[in-house]
């Protein structure tokens, strides 16, 4: 039987991103282990299952018509290792070199393991870019992207997580496409240009 995230947060179907952020950071907050003891720690597990579909748009648009983040099929096991996600202050991490106003991020970490979301220009998908990173340790990493790669591909960067008695675990860093919702005019020039040519 499908769980029902929207009652695990305690919010409405029509609960807005602000409103699923503030639901979800304060359950969070009730039942980390941490501090609500081990015997909460399947209810946390379950607040943060449910934070991660109804939080991705696309997750939650599969969800809503039938029920489960990956259609008809059901979850499958894809959510195993996100069950473990508690919320992650994202302001120890931004964009290097000037370009932070490109960023937008949504920070979960699982343990040692810390998974993040860059939002990238088109341009610099289609052409490719790198990207320089600042890490909650303070620590600058590049992100190279190859040239056409597409929304929601995943980069790995290995050693570059949080630190725990077992060692230090990975960063897996999620590229996001930003299409533009306004064009200047010498940008559609430009675009219609590529258009006729083929692309």
């Not at 748009?57 to 996100?82: I, L, N, T």
């Not at 473990?84 to 290097?96: H, K, L, P, R």
Request: proline share 3%.
């Amino acid at each position: 039987m499908n769980k029902d995230y929207y009652k695990i947060l305690g919010v409405s179907k029509t609960a807005s991103a602000d409103e699923l952020k503030r639901a979800y950071r304060k359950l969070a907050h009730q039942y980390h282990p941490d501090k609500a003891g081990k015997q909460h720690e399947d209810k946390f597990k379950e607040i943060n299952e449910a934070y991660q579909v109804l939080s991705d748009p696309q997750k939650r648009a599969r969800y809503d018509q039938y029920g489960s983040a990956e259609g008809p099929s059901g979850f499958g096991g894809q959510y195993g290792g996100s069950q473990g996600f508690e919320g992650f202050d994202f302001n120890g991490f931004g964009f290097g070199g000037g370009i932070g106003d490109i960023f937008e991020s949504v920070f979960s970490q699982a343990f040692s393991q810390v998974q993040a979301e860059v939002a990238i220009p088109l341009t610099s998908a289609l052409l490719g870019d790198k990207i320089q990173l600042q890490t909650s340790n303070r620590e600058t990493i590049t992100l190279d992207i190859p040239a056409g790669t597409q929304d929601g591909t995943n980069f790995r960067f290995r050693g570059k997580g949080n630190q725990t008695k077992r060692g230090r675990g990975d960063l897996i860093i999620t590229v996001r496409v930003q299409f533009p919702h306004r064009l200047t005019r010498e940008q559609k020039e430009l675009l219609e240009e590529l258009k006729r040519t083929g692309l």
